[in-house]
């Protein structure tokens, strides 16, 4: 049955150029009219076109000689990755030859204080757009709801496990959220006023709630790293370490300060890396890819340009940079640029030029 349908489609085929010969030159049908006929391309566009191939053609080179110089580098060196997650992060430890190690979680109250204060925020998201509009009253349904749910939490919090002293500060916390929905439902406005009262008043518990998350979260982490570090031995000279963050988490990144503690000040943007992603979360491997590969690229900025860090920076930052003077005095203006910064700095990855004003809740009044 095979063989005749194949003997039936060559058969066929040859009809159909035979066919198609005798009238290569005739009139097209109608069904194809609209679709039959090409502008063929200009000699500059066509020789464009093969040239941008080539930087097509070289990310798929790229990615497959990115997958070997990953084995190559894993199976030599030792690697942390410490990723963003609302429950107080994620931290991975690669060995060489062996499967990877997730660390354990930070503990609930981590979360528990988190949600915590974050009730509080959800409230202003929702009550904030309708302030001092009397008229609009579609955001009572959506609160009323939240109040519910809140009211929920309060009841059971005497059974959520939590060292007790902490307790009252949380208890305080919900129940302010409690008795300013109620107000608002009951009013049928969101006067601003009491928008600004209810804020003062969180202000003070929050922030010892945010304070008892964040020391529970990095002395969690610090236990980790030194189990690790210990049991890795000289090897640790070895480790590369990476945290990810997003622009609002960059300066003071929780994770990335408490690794830098566990390694010498030169490691810093050598061997342990803050990578900056467009989301809080992303995923081990995407972690894994970008770090192994501005390793593996220092291999290029020393083999053309005798200086392995070069690959670590926007390669035509400092051309442009000589652009953007020259242009601006073309102009007639300054150039505002920050001060030119050698290749291979150690210097933190985030503000660290000192000034006048708040630099955390302490500060702040």
């Not at 031995?233 to 590369?240: A, P």
Request: glycine content about 6%.
């Amino acid at each position: 049955m095979y063989r005749l349908s194949m003997k039936l489609a060559a058969g066929l085929l040859a009809a159909g150029l035979a066919t198609g010969s005798a009238s290569a030159q005739g009139t097209i049908p109608g069904y194809l009219s609209g679709l039959v006929g090409t502008t063929p391309p200009t000699p500059a566009a066509v020789a464009t076109r093969d040239v941008l191939q080539l930087n097509v053609s070289m990310f798929a080179l790229y990615d497959a000689a990115a997958k070997i110089f990953q084995a190559n580098i894993m199976a030599r060196n030792p690697m942390i990755l410490a990723l963003f997650s609302g429950a107080g992060g994620r931290m991975i430890l690669y060995r060489p030859g062996k499967p990877p190690e997730e660390a354990p979680s930070v503990p609930m109250v981590y979360q528990v204080l988190k949600s915590t204060g974050h009730s509080t925020m959800a409230i202003s998201e929702v009550v904030l757009p309708y302030v001092n509009n009397a008229a609009d009253k579609s955001w009572m349904a959506p609160l009323l709801a939240y109040r519910t749910q809140m009211k929920t939490a309060l009841d059971g919090l005497k059974d959520v496990p939590m060292q007790e002293d902490w307790k009252p500060a949380v208890r305080e916390i919900l129940s302010n959220n409690v008795a300013f929905m109620d107000d608002c439902l009951a009013k049928g406005v969101i006067a601003m006023d009491a928008v600004e009262a209810f804020g003062k008043k969180q202000a003070p518990p929050i922030k010892l709630i945010i304070n008892w998350a964040a020391s529970t979260q990095v002395k969690h982490w610090m236990e980790v790293l030194d189990g690790w570090k210990a049991s890795l031995g000289d090897d640790w000279n070895k480790v590369y370490a990476a945290a990810n963050t997003i622009y609002v988490a960059r300066q003071n990144n929780v994770l990335f300060s408490t690794l830098a503690q566990y390694f010498p000040p030169e490691a810093i943007n050598d061997r342990l890396l803050l990578i900056e992603t467009i989301s809080f979360t992303t995923t081990p491997q995407d972690m894994l890819t970008s770090l192994t590969r501005i390793i593996s690229d220092r291999a290029v900025g020393g083999l053309f340009f005798n200086n392995d860090r070069l690959m670590d920076f926007e390669l035509m930052g400092g051309d442009a940079r000589k652009t953007i003077v020259s242009e601006m005095q073309r102009r007639g203006k300054q150039a505002f640029l920050p001060p030119a910064v050698p290749f291979g700095s150690h210097q933190w990855p985030a503000l660290i030029t000192p000034g006048p004003g708040a630099t955390s809740l302490d500060d702040l009044k």
